[in-house]
């Protein structure tokens, strides 16, 4: 079992950062590929970024490439999510998502754990 806990979202400017974090409780973490996604509203929930088990492969949707990093600090059981030159299109409910597998994927339903969200509000 792997519980997962976001944190670092808020109210931000257009072209601001925020930093997003995901903690995870168990010590299978390392086991888990990791991944951000965001749902806005009365949109379907996508795939933002990926990063494998061990942090060597990462992953991006095309609109964030070059904007959104996403990390893994396997030691404390942590994920990251930094984000710059925020757009008001990238505001979203963002969620981490946890996969038990030694690839990864972009689709919602190949996750096994879920966390609970946290809330990303870009200003124009």
């Known amino acids: 079992q792997v519980q997962l806990v976001e944190s670092g979202g808020g109210l931000v400017q257009a072209g601001g950062s925020l930093r997003l974090s995901c903690a995870a409780s168990?010590?299978?973490?390392?086991?888990?590929?990791m991944s951000w996604f965001r749902q806005a509203p009365g949109r379907e929930r996508e795939f933002v970024a990926a990063?494998?088990?061990?942090?060597?492969?990462?992953y991006y949707e095309d609109s964030v490439k070059g904007r959104f990093t996403i990390s893994r600090d396997n030691a404390k059981n942590t994920v990251y999510l930094q984000m710059n030159s925020l757009k008001p299109e990238n505001t979203a409910v963002y969620y981490c998502?946890?996969?038990?597998?030694?690839?990864?994927?972009?689709?919602?339903?190949?996750?096994?754990?879920w966390g609970q969200g946290t809330q990303v509000t870009v200003s124009s």
């Open positions: 168990g010590r299978t973490f390392r086991r888990f590929a």
């Open positions: 990063v494998t088990w061990n942090g060597d492969s990462k």
């Open positions: 998502a946890a996969a038990y597998t030694t690839t990864w994927s972009n689709e919602a339903n190949q996750y096994n754990y």
